[in-house]
């Protein structure tokens, strides 16, 4: 539908109509769905007309061929202008096939994998109706307390960003109005989300418009450069105002800084939230705020719809806001090409071939090991075929390894560790335990465990955090496992034999309890549908590990946040073997991390030489290179990923130690090597200075490069004026 037909649709709507499509509401208010149909109850509830729901704009949470054809009908025939509704829904990490948690994800450091994952996804979700995800989620993290860092890619702004693009790329692809297997994306949470104090989820965010430009926006802004078609608000607040309600970075920033045209969502009962928060003294007053901020939908509240009329006739709100918001949302369907097919991709037939096909499950299963990460290994792994294993924990024959937000995703369809163990060597050489539960324990179960362990010559350990320990809502204080792995661990380890242990969990753990007691350790993340299988791939050497830590992993809770790209402080610490008086330190724990951002094994190792640059100066317009040789000196091909971080040695504001400013993956055969290069260019250098001008300073620059952030070979060179 053109432009201007819908600029006359929007003229022949009354205004009451108009607010109806800013409501966004779940499926159990309309007729057709699965669950509802009995609509008076929670329009009771709510405190909404039966009208309201007629008109409404989208659904949430609404999917399957069946059931969004279905809703659609039934609400076709009442809707007075025949606008179809939009079905949005959180497809964060796959659909019914579950792709690793997003935070796994970031550890391949593969933006194809990345696009990949979320073109399944997004294919799944299409044809079952699904028209916009709520994702990708890209808020910038440094908390492991905090349950949703699973949904991020991590600690760093330009690792974000690239992942944001990606998965933009992958659920929309570039042409929404005609490829119907594809969706609208939704970036979220803006802004500043990961930042929550205490790691505590909907809590307070306290930061510097700097820190919050250069760490946290850019990811953002990424996806919408990306066109990523939608943004959703998020529950905190930012410089003491609810992103939800707030003008200069909704109207400020997002909308005439960036030109962002597309449509606005607040977070779920957002708006409404506004008055806890204690900026509001009403429903009305919250809508009120929001409207004015730009917020065009209103997820699950009666905010809007109960109030902008009054607020409209009193003349608080000025009817072109309205509109303005009205012609966004009819714009978004008319791209999503539902005027003409209200049905788009919705087909039942299509959904029974590519819903959970083996296709899908064969990128699940190559995405998942791509996103593992081995964090130490003392010549026991790879496996070998032949080695009676006793498997044992509580994740060894579990489906718990899809994660938060796995919606459709169901744990009979994973495959398990144990499966996908059994799919490599003879049943005879695998017995299976659990050992403990999660969380709880019975000496039954333990006794077993160690008597299988007798049997065997090596212990596969499958230990984790249940899903719901992670996600929205699901925050911890004390991030170690359980206690009763942890005593698991300590029995098993008194016996002697090696140990590996496999990690299922959402967040970096401190690992104290398994990390010196084990001979290697996997993190495995909630490796999603095929996980048993792909890590069963590594731990016996048919793939070679190659993930990389996109977040620190704390040497213990009392360091958070602690993270790579921080400031070096007047008095630093410069080295964590030595004791030092009177520096930045804690008497009782190292500075470092245990496991440091970019941070990751192989079954191959990797030699580093011949760190050379193309000069030691540089001008605005000049750029120069670095350049270093890497060489497989292990017996078995591997990836490697070679790190570029920058750091301004005297800046106007202080500057990060080191900051990422590019990567490459390389792949290995046994006694090859390669000689990478990075170019450096003047707009690598800029940063926010005090009066947040983008711009580089002269003066001294090192650049460190290196298989993670902390293990780097140093280089220097000096910007001159131009
Ligand atoms: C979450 C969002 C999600 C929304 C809709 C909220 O509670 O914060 O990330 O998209 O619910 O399910």
Not at 5 to 25: R, S
Not at 144 to 153: A, D, K, L, Q
Not at 500 to 516: E, Q
Not at 527 to 547: K, R, Y
């Amino acid at each position: 539908m053109a432009h201007i037909k819908i600029d006359e649709l929007l003229k022949k709507m009354t205004l009451e109509e108009k607010i109806d499509q800013l409501i966004q509401l779940a499926t159990p208010f309309y007729k057709g769905a699965s669950d509802g149909g009995q609509i008076t109850g929670p329009i009771e509830e709510m405190g909404i007309s039966e009208e309201t729901v007629r008109n409404s704009g989208s659904v949430l949470g609404a999917s399957g061929a069946k059931e969004t054809t279905n809703i659609q009908k039934e609400y076709l025939k009442d809707n007075p202008h025949g606008i179809p509704l939009l079905f949005m829904a959180d497809v964060v990490h796959g659909f019914r096939t579950i792709f690793p948690i997003p935070l796994a994800i970031g550890c391949s450091w593969d933006a194809d994998a990345a696009e990949r994952s979320a073109a399944v996804a997004a294919h799944e979700a299409a044809v079952s109706g699904v028209h916009v995800t709520f994702a990708p989620m890209v808020d910038l993290v440094r908390d492991p307390r905090w349950g949703r860092v699973m949904e991020s890619t991590g600690e760093d702004p330009y690792l974000n960003s690239l992942f944001a693009r990606a998965f933009v790329r992958g659920f929309q692809g570039s042409d929404l109005t005609n490829d119907h297997s594809r969706v609208a994306a939704c970036v979220k949470h803006f802004a500043a989300y990961g930042a929550a104090e205490g790691g505590r989820d909907y809590n307070t965010v306290e930061m510097s418009e700097r820190t919050l430009r250069e760490q946290y926006l850019p990811a953002y802004k990424a996806a919408l450069d990306e066109g990523c078609e939608m943004v959703m608000t998020s529950f905190n607040i930012v410089d003491g105002i609810p992103a939800t309600g707030n003008k200069p970075l909704m109207r400020g920033i997002l909308r005439e800084e960036w030109g962002f045209d597309g449509v606005l969502i607040s977070d779920w009962d957002a708006i409404r939230e506004m008055v806890d928060h204690g900026v509001a003294s009403d429903e009305a007053e919250a809508a009120l705020l929001a409207i004015e901020a730009g917020v065009d939908i209103d997820m699950m509240t009666r905010c809007y719809v109960n109030n902008l009329k009054k607020l409209i006739d009193n003349g608080a709100v000025d009817e072109s806001l309205i509109d303005e918001a009205v012609l966004r949302i009819l714009q978004l369907k008319a791209k999503l090409g539902l005027f003409e097919n209200p049905y788009r991709g919705a087909d039942e037939e299509r959904e029974k071939e590519v819903v959970l096909s083996d296709a899908n499950r064969k990128i699940a299963r190559e995405v998942a090991a791509k996103s593992c990460v081995l964090l130490k290994n003392d010549g026991v792994l790879p496996l070998k075929r032949d080695q009676k294993i006793a498997l044992i924990g509580p994740f060894a024959e579990n489906g718990d390894i899809l994660g938060s937000w796995s919606w459709h995703g169901k744990r009979e369809d994973a495959v398990t560790l144990r499966e996908g163990v059994l799919k490599k060597i003879d049943t005879s050489l695998v017995s299976s335990s659990k050992g403990c539960g999660i969380d709880v324990g019975k000496d039954e179960q333990l006794t077993a465990a160690i008597e299988a362990a007798k049997e065997a010559e090596i212990l596969v350990l499958a230990l984790g955090e249940r899903s719901e320990m992670s996600g929205e809502a699901n925050c911890r204080a004390d991030i170690r496992l359980p206690q009763v792995q942890i005593e698991l661990v300590r029995k098993l380890h008194a016996l002697g034999k090696p140990m590996v242990a496999v990690l299922f969990n959402g967040r970096p753990l401190d690992l104290h309890g398994v990390i010196d007691e084990a001979d290697a350790v996997l993190e495995a993340w909630f490796p999603g549908t095929e996980g048993g299988a792909a890590v069963a791939d590594l731990l016996f050497g048919d793939l070679n590990p190659s993930g990389r830590l996109s977040m620190s992993f704390p040497y213990s809770v009392g360091q958070v946040p602690v993270y790579y790209n921080s400031f070096n402080t007047g008095r630093p610490k410069t080295n964590d073997e030595v004791d030092q008086a009177y520096v930045s330190k804690y008497l009782d724990i190292p500075n470092s991390p245990l496991f440091p951002f970019g941070f990751g094994l192989s079954y191959s190792s990797f030699e580093y030489s011949n760190p050379a640059i193309s000069s030691h100066e540089m001008t605005p317009d000049s750029s120069i290179t670095v350049s270093v040789t890497i060489k497989n000196t292990g017996s078995v091909a591997g990836e490697e990923t070679v790190q570029l971080y920058l750091r301004d040695m005297s800046g106007e504001v202080v500057r990060p130690v080191k900051e990422l400013k590019a990567f490459k993956k390389i792949a290995l055969e046994p006694g090859q090597n390669e000689t990478i290069t990075f170019t450096i260019t003047e707009d690598m250098l800029r940063y926010h200075h005090a009066n947040l001008e983008y711009k580089s300073d002269p003066g001294l620059f090192t650049a460190f490069i290196g298989p993670n952030s902390r293990d780097v070979i140093s280089l220097s060179f000096t910007l001159k004026k131009s």
